[in-house]
């Protein structure tokens, strides 16, 4: 890919100083291991290059061809980029001799890139071919999918990962209109679904959730969410910090019930004869939750719908912290 073709479309990394900061990289920890799920265009790798010690390692993950092109331009023995989904987290670590990392950062969701070029299939505001594929160099695209799945499967994708209530009229219409045609475009399933929908939200285009919850199902994004932050749990070393910016609810909620099952363990009944020390003991200390600033949202409207969730992995209890 050419290094301008992937500098065309411009992002802007959110929360870039609030996430790296999560990570804290002072001290002893700044030459510790990390890890940058989701490398997009490297604002948040870079971020944290800048603050690593002389020992310190980052090791990145992209499915995107084109962020691994960006990736390439970084010239540091401390970084390297896997072209993979970030839920090949434990195979990748083991194929370096890497047991224990002191910090993951992942920002979930679709880049501002990715959007703005019509070509990649992600934008029902610009007509393209409808690929929809993080990485286009495997897998199935979405106007494949919609070509031969049964119209109760997209109902319940559409209805699933997009929320939409109208998920029968709009999986009907598809179905109708793939018979006419195949659906290969952004703008004809665009027109779709305007023709399904017959009430729209203030301010939303009627194909947002429609588009949304597509891409989802081909990227497979929340299963391999749920599989990375396990793994990334598994790999916390002592203290190590899990930093998650998510951007709609689907993901949030995944984040949110993970981070709390590890903070919140279900105690025994009082009245038992329990000693303190026999009690189960939560696993990770919940940090904060945080929001983008105004400044920032005023000049980014995209970061209006981040959420960013920090949790620390605690010792084990009787070990040394």
Known sequence: MNVEAVQQYQHRTVLLDEA?????????????????????????????????????????????????????????????????????????????????????????????????????????RADGPLDMRMDTTRGMSAAEWLATETEQKIEKVIREYGEERFAFQIAKAIVAGRAVQPISSTRQLAEIVARAVKTREKGKDPATRTFQAIRIFINQELEELEVVLSEAYRHLAPHGRLVVISFHSLEDRIVKQFMAGKANVPQPDRRLPIRAVDLPQPEMKLIARVKPSAAEISANPRARSAVMRIAERLPAAGAAS
Do not use: C, W
Request: zero cysteines.
């Open 20 to 124: 790296v900061d999560a990570l804290l990289l002072e001290g002893d920890r700044a030459n510790g291991m990390y890890i940058d799920g989701t490398f997009g265009r490297g604002g948040h790798s870079r971020k944290i290059l800048e603050r690593l010690g002389v020992d310190g390692r980052l090791l990145a993950f992209d499915k995107d061809t084109q962020a691994i092109a960006n990736a390439a331009t970084i010239a540091d023995k401390r970084f390297d980029i896997v072209h993979d989904s970030f839920a090949t987290l434990s195979t990748a670590l083991a194929a370096r001799g890497i047991a224990q990392v002191n910090g993951v950062l992942l920002d979930l969701g679709i880049s501002s890139p990715q959007v703005d070029d019509a070509t990649r299939g992600f934008s029902f």
